[in-house]
């Protein structure tokens, strides 16, 4: 595979990861502020909701050890789209019920995040590990690094035009973007992975058997550093989570904002994500043969931001109307990417530094540990602000503690990162660059 070619596989690939965070970011984001503030439904229910979907990919270590073990991947991408977008359609259709009352629209959205999971998970954690056998070592960072800042741009495209076409409001508009945006996703996904497994040529090995799974997931827990890393993602990802589905609801109820407002809210948010990610990619690219902790203070920057921007938002209702709630946002997106994308460059440098060929088994652990810090943080900043507002009668107050304990979140998962993420020199300059021995060899 030639060096042009490498690069164009890997930007199809990306195509891929942002069709699936189109059309998450609509079922986590906007979904959820509809059920909270237009329904004034329990803030616990878009939380449990959430959960559930995570709850499905704690299977991830499984797909990730399938990878290993040789078994084809696109087949799995493509109809894990389909399968999320459906789940998407489904949602929206279930918030329409909610509003017309009875409890057939709570039951068929618990239905909708519990198949939204599994299109997750079987599309996402596929994608990753075709990315690590199409992709040549040195390339994976790189690679890891546009999937993710393209999925970021997924984020931001679709919440800028869903602000856009959902003003006026209606659920009917809802169930409409939530449709075009699933359709566009799977016929993305289609395209984007049409022949690359194939071209490859890559053919899958002989399988290691289910009866292996058992012990390698324990030989691969027993390495210290992918415990580490572990205990780093789910800390970081705890806090990530928490803001991710109270931030919308908290400009609608503290600051009055309108649901096309918050999801612009979404939308500057979203956008310093992006930029942060490519802003430490870049740097990590220029400093990392020569500093290789670079990704160990990148993401140590990023957790400090991250953190000093929550405890803004949770003082924000004390300062007023004239509080900077769009910069805030915006800069706290700076912060959430850059830890980000430190986290992936390490994901992706750590993962075969044993040599062992359970690449996609520890991505596959990480991956679990993501989804359950996700999946528990969501349900946890839901219960949350439901007991604060019973104790205390305003949700506001329960969004201002959530933000607070987001913040320590990041203090302690900054703490963890200095252990979690340690790199030679060689594996730091690979999580970003790519070296010509490998372009001759691709």
């Known amino acids: 595979m030639g060096a042009e070619q490498g690069w164009l596989t890997i930007f199809r690939l990306a195509l891929v990861q942002t069709a699936i965070g189109a059309v998450v970011v609509l079922t986590t984001s906007t979904l959820n502020r509809i059920i909270i503030v237009e329904l004034a439904l329990p803030a616990i229910l878009p939380s449990m909701l959430i959960a559930v979907h995570y709850a499905v990919q704690l299977s991830r270590?499984?797909?990730?050890?399938?990878?290993?073990?040789?078994?084809?991947?696109?087949?799995?991408?493509?109809?894990?789209?389909?399968?999320?977008?459906?789940?998407?359609?489904?949602?929206?259709?279930?918030?329409?019920?909610?509003?017309?009352?009875?409890?057939?629209?709570?039951?068929?959205?618990?239905?909708?995040?519990?198949?939204?999971?599994?299109?997750?998970?079987?599309?996402?954690?596929?994608?990753?590990?075709?990315?690590?056998?199409?992709?040549?070592?040195?390339?994976?960072?790189?690679?890891?690094?546009?999937?993710?800042?393209?999925?970021?741009?997924?984020?931001?495209?679709?919440?800028?035009?869903?602000?856009?076409?959902?003003?006026?409001?209606?659920?009917?508009?809802?169930?409409l973007i939530s449709a075009v945006v699933g359709l566009i996703a799977t016929i993305t996904a289609y395209f984007a992975t049409l022949g690359i497994e194939q071209n490859s040529q890559t053919t899958p090995s002989a399988s290691k058997g289910k009866a292996g799974f058992n012990a390698a997931m324990r030989d691969a827990w027993r390495e210290p550093a992918t415990r580490r890393f572990a205990y780093f993602v789910f800390a970081s990802m705890l806090a990530y989570s928490?803001?991710?589905?109270?931030?919308?609801?908290?400009?609608?109820?503290?600051?009055?904002?309108?649901?096309?407002?918050?999801?612009?809210?979404?939308?500057?948010?979203?956008?310093?994500?992006?930029?942060?990610?490519?802003?430490?990619?870049?740097?990590?690219?220029?400093?990392?043969?020569?500093?290789?902790?670079?990704?160990?203070?990148?993401?140590?920057?990023?957790?400090?931001?991250?953190?000093?921007?929550?405890?803004?938002?949770?003082?924000?209702?004390?300062?007023?109307?004239?509080?900077?709630?769009?910069?805030?946002?915006?800069?706290?997106?700076?912060?959430?990417?850059g830890f980000t994308v430190s986290a992936i460059g390490?994901?992706?440098?750590?993962?075969?530094?044993?040599?062992?060929?359970?690449?996609?088994?520890?991505?596959?652990?990480?991956?679990?540990?993501?989804?359950?810090?996700?999946?528990?943080?969501?349900?946890?900043?839901?219960?949350?602000?439901?007991?604060?507002?019973?104790t205390h009668g305003t949700l506001v107050t329960g969004y201002m503690l959530v933000f607070l304990l987001e913040a320590g979140l990041f203090a302690v998962a900054a703490w963890l990162a200095v252990n979690a993420i340690q790199l030679a020199g060689t594996n730091a300059a690979a999580a970003f660059r790519s070296s010509p021995s490998h372009h001759k060899a691709a």
């Open 61 to 175: 270590p499984r797909f990730g050890y399938g990878s290993d073990s040789g078994q084809r991947r696109t087949p799995w991408i493509i109809g894990g789209v389909a399968v999320l977008a459906c789940g998407g359609v489904m949602a929206a259709l279930a918030t329409q019920l909610m509003n017309n009352g009875g409890w057939s629209g709570i039951a068929l959205a618990f239905l909708a995040f519990l198949i939204i999971g599994a299109g997750v998970g079987a599309a996402g954690t596929s994608l990753l590990t075709l990315s690590a056998a199409v992709v040549s070592p040195a390339r994976r960072g790189p690679a890891a690094t546009i999937m993710f800042t393209m999925m970021i741009g997924g984020f931001v495209l679709t919440t800028a035009l869903a602000a856009h076409f959902l003003e006026p409001f209606s659920f009917s508009r809802l169930v």
């Open 242 to 337: 928490g803001q991710d589905v109270v931030l919308e609801p908290f400009g609608g109820l503290a600051f009055g904002l309108s649901p096309a407002q918050t999801t612009r809210l979404s939308a500057w948010q979203n956008g310093g994500i992006f930029i942060g990610m490519a802003a430490v990619a870049v740097a990590g690219g220029v400093f990392a043969p020569r500093w290789p902790n670079v990704l160990r203070s990148t993401a140590l920057l990023g957790c400090g931001v991250s953190g000093i921007c929550l405890t803004a938002l949770a003082l924000s209702p004390l300062y007023g109307p004239d509080f900077p709630l769009t910069g805030v946002t915006f800069a706290l997106g700076l912060g959430l990417g």
């Open 346 to 390: 390490a994901m992706m440098a750590l993962a075969g530094a044993a040599g062992n060929g359970h690449e996609g088994l520890r991505m596959g652990i990480w991956g679990a540990a993501q989804a359950l810090a996700f999946g528990s943080g969501g349900l946890l900043a839901g219960a949350i602000v439901d007991v604060v507002s019973w």
